[in-house]
């Protein structure tokens, strides 16, 4: 009777409890189009508009900087400037990694997979 009490508890504890639709999931597509941003998942779904969501890596992220130049402190001839591309915004033809949420109603785009 214990072993049998033991072996229920671990199967309790290890079981995920609920529906698998309850829980997110990692799901990867393909970019289509990226005005108005379209991800392809497989032949029957194609996803786009509210059921995305985007990480800054997914939008892309270009900060601007601005740097002295001369050899030291009091050497200052002016500054350097432009821009750096930290996440270039997602393309056509990206493959993306996504997280299924809500039970499929909103899909997480964290980034290029």
Do not use: C, H
Not at 79 to 108: C, E, H, W, Y
Request: glycine letters at 10%.
């Amino acid at each position: 009777m214990t072993e049998q009490t033991g072996d229920y508890l671990i199967e309790q504890m290890n079981s995920p409890g609920g529906k698998p639709s309850d829980y997110s999931d990692e799901v990867f597509g393909k970019v289509q189009s990226t005005n108005p941003l379209t991800i392809w998942v497989s032949q029957s779904i194609q996803l786009s508009g509210s059921f995305l969501e985007l990480t800054t890596e997914a939008k892309g992220l270009t900060i601007n900087v601005s740097l002295p130049v001369g050899t030291n402190k009091e050497d200052v001839n002016g500054t350097a400037s432009g821009n750096i591309v930290i996440f270039p915004p997602l393309q056509v033809g990206d493959r993306v990694r996504m997280l299924r949420v809500q039970k499929g109603q909103r899909f997480i785009v964290l980034g290029r997979a």
